[in-house]
């Protein structure tokens, strides 16, 4: 109940704070290329149930069908402003919307795509007992995910067999020690992660 008041409160004050920021990017994305502001996907939330996550759109209107799930370092479907918004996160941040909706958390193992949550084991689905959330230790720890994607010659294979099984046991392993407060140092971890790293 703690971590859900801490959601609701973190998230509707984001909101409040950041909608010069939405209403910039609304107008950038606009005059990029006159497509929808918003991206919205299927994804896999707590207990398998489905829901449609949200984004700003950084990718070509006709993107969804034109390549995998995943994206890599130099992916020809982002757009110019795309590639920033996604270099800032900022991308990520229509999520307060799914925070406060309850689909997500601000803490919490990033939600996959259907198609790749019908891969894992029965011990890797365990970890869909938690709520997912906008930012994890594995977000951390693959920030340069991007990158490391690009420089193999299967990059979806590599994620599959490499980076999602990694990222699913980091999460099993948070969640028995998970507590409001160190879900407040991994919030603070991903912001400096992301601002003071790229800096």
């Known amino acids: 109940m703690a971590k859900r008041i801490f ?6 004050f984001g909101l409040l704070l950041l909608w010069p920021l939405f209403l910039l990017v609304w107008l950038v ?19 398998g149930t489905i829901f449609k996550i949200l984004k700003f759109r950084t990718m070509q209107m006709t993107a969804p069908g034109k ?3 995943i994206t890599v370092k ?9 590639q920033w918004l996604r270099r800032s996160k900022i991308d990520e941040f229509p999520q307060l919307w799914n925070v406060i909706r309850g689909d997500m958390s601000f803490v919490g193992p990033r939600p996959e795509v259907p198609r790749y949550v019908a891969l894992y084991t029965e011990a890797q689905r365990k970890v869909l007992a938690a ?17 490391l ?4 010659a299967d990059f979806e294979r590599f994620y599959i067999e490499h980076c999602m099984p990694r990222k699913i046991a980091i999460n099993l392993a948070y969640a028995q020690r998970a507590t409001l407060l160190r879900d407040v140092g991994v919030i603070l971890r991903t912001v400096s992660a992301i601002w003071l790293w790229r800096s």
Do not use: C, M, N, W
């Open 7 to 12: 959601d609701l409160l973190l998230a509707t």
């Open 29 to 47: 994305i606009k005059i990029d290329d006159g497509g929808p502001v918003l991206f919205h996907q299927d994804r896999v939330g707590k207990d």
């Open 67 to 69: 390549g995998p799930s």
């Open 74 to 82: 130099g992916d020809v479907r982002i757009t110019r402003t795309g």
């Open 131 to 147: 709520r997912p959330g906008i930012t994890d230790e594995a977000s951390i720890e693959f920030r340069d995910e991007d990158k």
């Open 149 to 152: 994607l690009a420089a193999s």
